[in-house]
């Protein structure tokens, strides 16, 4: 199958390793993932998604997870939150949102990490190199546990050790995510130095690719997020992406300028817009002038549908081949546990814990695991 191309792909790099990308893709390996909570959205397509498709059309090795035991940090995996979708639907619709925007499935590796084993098995000696302490200081696991409303399970103040578990069983070296991320980044780097002095040298310390995209606002000017409602789903129809820009906040001024300290609302508005069109926010603002803030929601509205349609539609091609969909998980699926057992067998026997026969068949093989 064909991938659409999109001709606006937002510019997603942090300069820091543009020359090693450039002279060796293949010397690099690109881990990233998601929480199947929801559909994905317009924040992170130009945040991460963009990023992704090009790391792999650029020839790296790329492999998402989609971290469905993550999930059950802050609700139940059967929590529908009212959209009557289970799990594995949101599961099934992560995958469409990927191959949508232009992740190839033969090219790049996606799974989801509950399916294997082995991955989640690096988390026992992991948990040994870090301290409550050092779990209990984490910003963001602080911040989810606050919207949760729910007392600290353990699976929640060991997120960002799982979350090692999750880039480091595949010997990544790139790690492109949000800000938010950073902290866990920081646990995973912590985990494979210390692993490598404990133990001698078996990981690689990742690094965060942040993208230099700005990071846009939801339509309430807040920060664009699932759980907050201020949305543009990548599978929304035209005309809920136009009411829903209709409705975004604004302010009282009449004429459009791109002032993201003073106007953060319209600079968001401004900046999706040139994201999606391959522009800057001042020269839009400039061709707005006193148009007003109802000229800048229909110019967003057109720019983000042109460059949603073709993805789109796409989408809706995909969500009819559940068939196609689930393979691919099977596929991604099968070369993970592949590479999962390959560390973990490196781990053991640095460990000192490969009680292999010998024919490959010991008690530590790949598919030996007693419990
Ligand atoms: N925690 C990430 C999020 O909430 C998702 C995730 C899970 C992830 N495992 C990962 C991201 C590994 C990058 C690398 O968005």
Not at 16 to 26: F, K, Y
Not at 230 to 259: C, H, K, M
């Amino acid at each position: 199958m064909s991938t659409p191309t999109t001709t606006h792909t937002p510019p997603a790099r942090s300069a820091a390793h543009e020359s090693g990308i450039a002279g060796d893709p293949t010397a690099h390996r690109v881990l990233s993932g998601d929480r199947p909570t929801g559909a994905l959205h317009l924040g992170h397509y130009l945040g991460t998604l963009a990023n992704r498709v090009r790391l792999q059309d650029a020839g790296l090795p790329v492999v998402l997870v989609i971290a469905d035991y993550q999930v059950i940090t802050d609700r139940d995996s059967t929590d529908s939150r009212g959209t009557g979708e289970t799990l594995r639907d949101r599961v099934r619709s992560l995958v469409a949102d990927y191959l949508a925007c232009g992740i190839d499935p033969a090219r790049t590796v996606i799974f989801p990490h509950s399916a294997v084993p082995a991955l989640n098995q690096l988390m026992l000696p992991f948990l040994s190199l870090v301290t409550d302490a050092e779990l209990r200081r984490n910003p963001t696991v602080k911040a989810e546990l606050q919207e949760s409303k729910r007392p600290l399970s353990g699976l929640l103040l060991t997120y960002p050790v799982h979350q090692a578990a999750d880039i480091l069983f595949c010997d990544a070296d790139l790690v492109p995510v949000g800000k938010d991320q950073l902290p866990h980044l920081e646990v995973s780097r912590l985990i494979a130095r210390r692993f490598n002095d404990r133990y001698g040298p078996t990981f690689t310390e990742p690094e965060a690719l942040l993208s230099p995209a700005p990071l846009v606002l939801g339509t309430d000017g807040r920060k664009m997020s699932k759980s907050a409602g201020n949305t543009i789903p990548l599978g929304a129809s035209e005309d809920a992406t136009a009411q829903a820009f209709r409705g975004a906040r604004t302010d009282a001024e009449r004429v459009i300028s791109y002032e993201p300290e003073r106007r953060p609302e319209i600079a968001s508005l401004l900046t999706i817009a040139a994201l999606c069109r391959g522009e800057r926010p001042e020269d839009l603002a400039e061709a707005i002038g006193d148009g007003g803030a109802v000229m800048l929601k229909r110019l967003v509205t057109e720019a983000v549908n042109d460059l949603l349609r073709p993805i789109r539609a796409r989408r809706r091609e995909l969500m009819r081949d559940t068939g196609f969909l689930d393979a691919v998980l099977l596929d991604g699926t099968a070369s993970a546990t592949a590479m999962a057992a390959d560390m973990l067998s490196r781990v053991r026997a640095a460990m000192g814990m490969d009680y292999s026969r010998g024919d490959g068949q010991g008690v530590s093989g790949a598919a030996g695991g007693h419990r």
